[in-house]
């Protein structure tokens, strides 16, 4: 399997722009989990699914934010409108059921928002 | 309190050596705790997880837990310069369905050769 897929991995924008990020999870994980890494904050989740529907959207840091999982496949992370202070790098994982001890990570996509 | 607080380094060991990582949670019902090791630019990766009190071993790794104390601990023995990275300690929340992940801020190791 080729793992979690994340794309862009590079996502330069302007302040007000609308970003969307795109998750692929692994085959057969019916868990995905949205995380984005600063400096200042570390990793934090924002919002976890099971079974393409969201189970715990807390750690979404306002409306700007919203996620979606369409299907097994396939989820979006969107901002909109953006601001300079949603830069970071936003992780996609996903688990296995019955497997709580394994999270596996997309490579990340790293958002710049001028 | 933050509820999974590392000290952010960096911590610098000689090549060989043993390094010592630490971690301590405030929430009681914790009851999953986890080392990731993250190097720069990349994404997190799980080393080892462990639940009961004690000691967990893995190759050069291990992992140590002290619930009373609110404490856990990952020990690398003969310390490699490819052991330099960010190490994350990460707790699960205590309720049976529960799959999230709560993470420190990380620990930067570099393992001097």
């Known amino acids: 399997d080729a793992g979690v897929i994340q794309s862009p991995r590079h996502e330069v924008t302007e302040m007000g722009q609308e970003v969307t990020l795109r998750c692929k999870p692994i085959?057969?994980?019916?868990?995905l989990f949205w995380y984005r890494q600063t400096m200042m904050r570390g990793l934090e989740l924002l919002i976890y699914f099971n079974n393409n529907v969201p189970i715990d959207d807390s750690g979404m840091p306002e409306d700007r934010f919203s996620a979606k999982m369409p299907n097994a496949s396939f989820s979006t992370l969107k901002i909109q409108p953006s601001e300079p202070r949603d830069s970071a790098v936003y992780f996609c994982?996903?688990?296995?059921?019955?497997?709580?001890?394994?999270?596996?990570f997309g490579a990340g996509t790293r958002l710049s928002v001028l | 309190q933050k509820e999974v607080e590392q000290n952010s380094g960096p911590l610098s060991v000689p090549e060989g050596a043993i390094a010592s990582l630490n971690c301590t949670y405030s929430?009681?019902?914790?009851?999953?705790f986890f080392w990731y090791r993250q190097y720069s630019g990349k994404s997190p990766e799980l080393i080892m997880f462990?639940?009961?009190?004690g000691d967990k071993e893995d190759g050069r790794f291990t992992a140590q837990l002290n619930k009373a104390s609110q404490y856990v601990s990952l020990l690398i023995r003969d310390s490699q310069p490819s052991d330099s990275a960010t190490y994350l300690c990460?707790?699960?929340?205590?309720?049976?369905?529960?799959?999230?992940?709560?993470f420190g801020k990380g620990t930067k190791l570099s393992v001097i050769p």
């Open positions: 929430d009681r019902g914790s009851q999953s």
């Open positions: 994982a996903s688990s296995p059921r019955g497997d709580k001890n394994i999270q596996y």
């Open positions: 085959s057969g994980h019916d868990y």
């Open positions: 990460a707790v699960r929340k205590s309720g049976a369905g529960s799959y999230q992940l709560t």
């Open positions: 462990i639940y009961s009190n």
